[in-house]
Nanobody
Framework: QVQLVESGGGLVQAGGSLRLSCAAS????????MGWFHQAPGKGREFVAA????????DYADSVRGRFTISRDNAKNTVYLQMNSLKPEDTGVYYC????????????????WGQGTQVTVSS
């Protein structure tokens, strides 16, 4: 089992920045690829970014490439999502997820999920 706890969400104006964190426990963190997913109000979870266990490679959704950066600190068992130039359409709940060994952009491929953290971007 892998337990995941997200933090760092909040209310920010358009153009602002937030950094989300996801703390993991339970298994060898570096064995797991990590992903971030976004669920807008009334919609399904959509892929945002993923990172392999060693930190490379990374992958991003087209909608966030160049604005968001995923990173991890295996010594701290934590993955981060730095979100810059935020837009109102970035509003929603952000979830981190863990998948053994290989990352994916499909939510169905991830076995472990956090409870989510709310991000609200005002215009």
């Amino acid at each position: 089992q892998v337990q995941l706890v997200e933090s760092g969400g909040g209310l920010v104006q358009a153009g602002g920045s937030l950094r989300l964190s996801c703390a993991a426990s339970g298994r060898t963190f570096s064995n797991y690829a990590m992903g971030w997913f976004h669920q807008a109000p009334g919609k399904g979870r959509e892929f945002v970014a993923a990172i392999s266990g060693g930190g490379r490679p990374t992958d991003y959704a087209d909608s966030v490439r160049g604005r968001f950066t995923i990173s991890r600190d295996n010594a701290k068992n934590t993955v981060y999502l730095q979100m810059n130039s935020l837009k109102p359409e970035d509003t929603g709940v952000y979830y981190c997820a863990a998948r053994y060994f290989i990352g994916s952009s499909y939510s169905r491929d991830y076995a472990y999920w956090g409870q989510g953290t709310q991000v609200t971007v005002s215009s």
